[in-house]
């Protein structure tokens, strides 16, 4: 079991930044799949961000079109700690962060969908004001 914690959500105003941190527990991911998510009041979880590990190696970063090259993903593998580096914040960037993963490197087309992933935080609030 993998147990995923989310920290670094805050109150920020448009234009600020702020970093989000996945710290995960339990079974050392290898190879696997991490990725963020948001819900927002009223609407549908949706897709941020996600990254592809094998080992120490990359296989791809992975963003919305909302978020491109605003946000940026990495990781720690020595922490297994995930980040979400979040720059030029705006007001429908405010939503519940969720980390999630999977214990397995997922094909480019899958990584989106959240259906694919086994194991979710909790979640951190991020509001953006105007």
């Known amino acids: 079991q993998v147990q995923l914690a989310e920290s670094g959500g805050g109150l920020v105003q448009a234009g600020g930044s702020l970093r989000l941190s996945c710290a995960a527990s339990?079974?050392?991911?290898?190879?696997?799949?991490m990725g963020w998510f948001r819900q927002a009041p009223g609407k549908e979880r949706e897709f941020v961000a996600a990254g592809r590990w094998t080992g120490w190696s990359g296989r791809g970063t992975y963003y919305a079109d909302s978020v491109n090259r605003r946000f940026t993903i990495s990781r720690d593998r020595a922490d297994n700690t995930m980040y979400l580096q979040m720059n030029s914040l705006r007001p429908d960037d405010t939503a519940i962060y969720y980390c999630?993963?999977?214990?397995?490197?997922?094909?480019?087309?899958?990584?989106?969908?959240?259906?694919?992933?086994?194991?979710w935080g909790q979640g951190t609030q991020v509001t953006v004001s105007s």
């Open positions: 999630a993963a999977r214990s397995s490197v997922l094909n480019s087309g899958s990584v989106r969908d959240g259906r694919h992933y086994d194991y």
């Open positions: 339990g079974r050392t991911l290898t190879d696997y799949t």
